[in-house]
């Protein structure tokens, strides 16, 4: 069974920093992207964060751009978000996903291969 399972959520301060995991198991992820969407309530999700399965590049959403990274461990079957100097407004569900095309991955697409249950984020004034 293929599962992204997300870890790191909870509460934060503003000004503070967090940091996610997602830890995919179930099949062999060799070429997959991964990364991480949000979605808060009454809005559509948003890109965070995302990246190849070589570790060379990264990409992210306008909204965290220039406060977080994002990386692969070693063995690249887990994948970690740093985000830095949290608003109230990063207060979200944060979604891991998988998938083998950067197009997908970019367009937020619905037919993201795999995603995980989501893990709530909540930054506090």
């Known amino acids: 069974q293929v599962q992204l399972v997300e870890s790191g959520g909870g509460c934060v301060q503003t000004g503070g920093s967090l940091r996610l995991s997602c830890a995919a198991s179930?099949?062999?992820?060799?070429?997959?992207?991964m990364g991480w969407f949000r979605q808060s309530p009454g809005k559509e999700r948003e890109l965070v964060a995302f990246?190849?399965?070589?570790?060379?590049?990264?990409w992210f959403g306008d909204a965290v751009k220039g406060r977080s990274t994002i990386f692969r461990d070693a063995d690249k079957t887990t994948v970690h978000l740093q985000m830095n100097s949290v608003q109230p407004e990063d207060t979200a569900v944060y979604y891991c996903?998988?998938?083998?095309?950067?197009?997908?991955?970019?367009?937020?697409?619905?037919?993201?291969?795999?995603w995980g249950k989501g893990i709530l984020v909540t930054v506090s004034s």
């Open positions: 996903a998988a998938d083998r095309t950067y197009t997908a991955m970019s367009r937020i697409a619905d037919d993201i291969e795999y």
């Open positions: 179930g099949r062999a992820f060799n070429g997959y992207y």
């Open positions: 990246i190849p399965w070589s570790g060379t590049s990264t």
